[in-house]
């Protein structure tokens, strides 16, 4: 019997052997078809501030208005840039454009082709002659005209001594794909000179929220396309990017709001009474953050800047909670900050060292400050923390963007008020998903690779909704990625640099895996792939499109440590067709082991029963009848 279920197993073994062999070879023959290939042309290296933080749990939704919103991301870091940037594109076709946010500006303006004072800026210019929807904005009363009287033009000028002039033009604007507020005409500024820091940064212009009937906002409004609010959201320390909301939306229930007055200044003011250090209230006269302008929010400021002698007072309860830190000389020998050093370089860790400092308004509520609301870091000493609050030469109260880090603040101008939510504002993008929203507007890009627009709408008609163009079904997608970095000891942690990836591309990290690497010094090239979930077989259409609008948009952040990076091209192979044998593999093996199961314990039973029934038939009852034996005599 033994002899028989050894003979059995062994069959059993070559069955499965067979399929797995014939799954093999049908695999691999499939592995080589060739891949949909498409370039990626970039206009630059995206360098930018990212690294990975806790997932939000909290959930935006939308409000009751019928009015849509424009979701946009926000990119750069505002410490190693200076500012924030997000994507605006301007015309038919459209011309992509890196623009500042801005709160403290009035008009949107990008380098015009004709511009003869403009400096290299991280886009080309915008070329009029191009858009085949541009029109100028002739002269009229309401503004200052050009030389020849024919064109309406504008002149802003900057507290830090710069200055952008041009002339005024009308075109379609539009808010990237994943925004539901379809394109809009609107006036911009299209620049013929720029000076000082607007001629040196790396962005193209400005996007202007500031109130005023040339703001972005303004005109939107007036269009009666979104509700008279928005909202931005900056990353934290050592964190790029963020979250800009233009249109209402419902806020948390933990916002803490405070008194905006629209007549006191073109500027967002809040109603700032008091400053707290550890708990401890600063002796500050009273008003002394409502002179002249009052208290004054300014996206597009970096630090933030106190009347002297709210400064002196915040600058010493900060040196007394922290005396046991050794100071230290600032980054810069121009200038007298303070600095420490010894806290480490963990940012979590530092509101064990440094002191929470807390915000009252007006109406009694209160605005706790992490130390990442006023420090930055020190770039030339490894665990040093510099303030980032400064005297103001004037009495105004100035917040830049370092005040409201990792917080969600919304500009409710419809309302006259202005709220704040902590937050983590790196992933406020997960968060942002509104209920009901329409599809989003084609995707826009600078490029003139027509192969590169790929949208929802290109699709044939009768073409099934999860599928590509073509009727290409996307089974995973790869791309290739140079790496470099400035430090050669540096070696790359590709397990943290696969769970960046999956969260900027918003898959789960199990679907991010590494192919290949090859190095050379400083310098990387890396493959990576994208899979299906793994109760999936190919990439629904929707996911592959967001992927690709990411990778071709260079929409990746990375910390810092990471180096320079760059995307060389992604690859997209189409879904497998699966033979009969792998479609029902798992039917067959469960088939045939049941049948085996089965047809083994059949033939155990019989053979068990057999041995009983022999085993019977031999035995004999006591006092059975025995056959009689002749006794054989003894041989003596």
Same mark, same amino acid.
């Given at each position: 019997m033994a002899r028989t279920w050894l003979h059995l197993t062994s069959y059993l073994l070559i069955v499965c052997s067979l399929i797995w062999f014939h799954l093999f070879t049908v695999d691999a023959k499939n592995h080589h078809r060739r891949?949909?290939?498409?370039?990626?042309?970039?206009?630059?290296?995206n360098h930018s501030m990212h690294r990975h933080v806790d997932n939000l749990r909290r959930h935006l939704q939308q409000s009751g208005s019928s009015t849509p919103n424009a979701r946009m991301? %926000?990119?750069?870091? %505002?410490?190693?840039?200076?500012?924030?940037?997000t994507r605006l594109w301007i015309g038919t076709p459209p011309q992509q454009f890196a623009l500042i946010v801005d709160t403290g500006s009035s008009v949107t303006y990008v380098p015009c082709s004709s511009c003869a004072q403009c400096g290299k800026h991280q886009d080309p210019r915008f070329q009029p002659d191009l858009s085949s929807t541009y029109q100028p904005v002739k002269c009229n009363p309401s503004c200052d005209c050009d030389d020849e009287q024919k064109q309406c033009t504008y002149d802003r000028r900057y507290a830090e001594m710069s200055s952008s002039s041009g002339v005024l033009g009308e075109d379609v604007v539009s808010f990237g794909n994943e925004s539901e507020l379809v394109p809009q005409r609107a006036v911009f500024g299209c620049e013929n000179m720029e000076t000082g820091d607007l001629y040196r940064q790396r962005a193209d212009g400005i996007m202007g929220l500031g109130r005023g009937r040339l703001s972005i906002m303004d005109q939107l409004v007036d269009k009666d396309v979104i509700d008279d609010s928005f909202s931005l959201c900056y990353g934290g320390m050592d964190v790029g990017g963020g979250a800009m909301v233009l249109g209402k939306i419902t806020p948390p229930p933990d916002m803490v709001f405070s008194h905006s007055d629209p007549f006191r200044s073109p500027y967002y003011n809040i109603e700032l009474k008091e400053l707290h250090v550890a708990g401890k209230l600063l002796k500050l006269p009273t008003g002394v953050f409502d002179d002249r302008h009052g208290t004054v929010l300014d996206s597009g400021t970096t630090y933030a800047y106190l009347r002297k002698d709210a400064f002196l007072a915040f600058r010493d309860a900060i040196l007394r909670e922290v005396h046991f830190l050794e100071r230290?000389?600032?980054?810069?020998?121009?200038?007298?900050?303070?600095?420490?050093?010894?806290?480490?370089?963990?940012?979590?860790q530092?509101?064990?060292i440094f002191p929470e400092v807390a915000m009252v308004f007006n109406n009694g509520k209160k605005l706790l400050l992490s130390p990442e609301n006023y420090l930055f870091r020190h770039t030339k000493v490894s665990g040093g923390?510099? %303030?980032?609050?400064?005297?103001?030469?004037e009495s105004t109260t100035l917040l830049g963007g370092i005040v409201v880090r990792n917080t969600l603040v919304?500009?409710?101008?419809?309302?006259?008020?202005?709220?704040?939510?902590k937050t983590n504002c790196s992933k406020l993008w997960r968060r942002v998903q509104f209920l009901g929203a329409p599809a989003p507007a084609p995707l826009v890009s600078q490029s003139e690779d027509t192969n590169m627009e790929i949208s929802p709408t290109l699709a044939p008609s009768g073409s099934p909704p999860n599928v590509l163009p073509g009727s290409f079904r996307i089974g995973f997608l790869t791309f290739d990625m140079s790496i470099s970095t400035n430090d050669s000891n540096l070696k790359l942690n590709f397990k943290e640099l696969a769970k960046l990836i999956s969260l900027e591309l918003e898959v789960d990290n199990s679907?991010?895996?590494?192919?290949?690497?090859?190095?050379?010094?400083?310098?990387y090239l890396v493959r990576w792939g994208i899979f299906p979930t793994a109760s999936a077989n190919y990439i629904s259409n929707t996911t592959a499109l967001s992927i690709i609008g990411r990778l071709r948009d260079h929409q990746m952040q990375f910390p810092e440590r990471f180096g320079n990076y760059k995307l060389v091209e992604?690859?997209?192979?189409?879904?497998r067709k699966l033979t009969w044998w792998q479609q029902h593999f798992l039917a067959v093996v469960l088939g045939s082991l049941t049948t085996l199961i089965l047809s083994l314990s059949a033939i155990g039973i019989w053979l068990f029963r057999r041995h009983n029934q022999q085993a019977i038939s031999a035995y004999e009852p006591v006092g059975a009848p025995t056959p009689e034996q002749e006794l054989q005599p003894l041989q003596s």
């Open positions: 891949p949909m290939i498409l370039p990626l042309h970039l206009s630059s290296r991301r %926000l990119y750069d870091d %505002l410490l190693s840039n200076g500012y924030y940037t230290v000389s600032g980054p810069d020998p121009n200038y007298n900050d303070i600095c420490f050093s010894g806290a480490g370089s963990d940012v979590s530092l509101s064990k923390y510099c %303030l980032g609050i400064f005297p103001n030469t919304t500009y409710d101008r419809g309302n006259d008020r202005i709220g704040f939510l679907q991010v895996r590494l192919l290949n690497v090859t190095s050379k010094v400083n310098d992604w690859n997209a192979e189409a879904q």
